[in-house]
C-alpha cells in the first residue's frame, strides 16, 4: 500500500484517522483535523488547516483549535507550519465559521 502524503490525508474528505505531526523536538504531537480553509490574502492565495491537538499540550489550552499554514517547498514535499500571525489566524477561524453558516443554510 502507498503511504499518503500529508496533503493526501488532509485533503481526504473521507479520511478518519489522526493527523500525525512532529515537532521540532521530535516529540509526537496527534490532533483532529477540524477543517481545510483555502483562504485568500490579498493576491496570495493560502491553505490552512485547522487541527484540535488530541493529546495535552502545555503551550494550547484543552479545547483549542490550532490554525496551521500548508507550505509547499521547492522540493514538492508539504509541511504544516503553526500560523503565528493571530490576526491571520483569526480570520482563518471567522472563514471557517463564515462556511459553516453557509453550510447550514443551505
Do not use: C
Not at 500529508?6 to 509526537?28: A, C
Not at 479545547?63 to 509547499?72: P, Q
Request: charged content about 35%.
Amino acid at each position: 500500500m502507498d503511504e499518503k502524503s500529508l496533503l493526501d490525508i488532509i485533503l481526504d474528505p473521507d479520511n478518519t484517522e489522526p493527523v500525525t505531526l512532529y515537532g521540532e523536538d521530535g516529540v509526537v504531537y496527534s490532533f483532529d483535523q477540524i477543517a481545510v480553509i483555502p483562504f485568500e490574502d490579498g493576491e496570495e492565495r493560502l491553505l490552512f488547516v485547522i487541527l484540535k491537538p488530541l493529546d495535552e499540550l502545555d503551550w494550547a489550552e484543552d479545547d483549542e483549535a490550532i490554525v496551521f499554514r500548508v507550505v509547499e517547498s521547492e522540493d514538492g514535499s508539504v509541511s504544516l507550519h503553526m500560523e503565528e500571525n493571530e490576526d491571520l489566524a483569526m480570520q482563518v477561524f471567522q472563514e471557517y465559521y463564515r462556511l459553516l453558516d453557509e453550510e447550514g443554510g443551505e
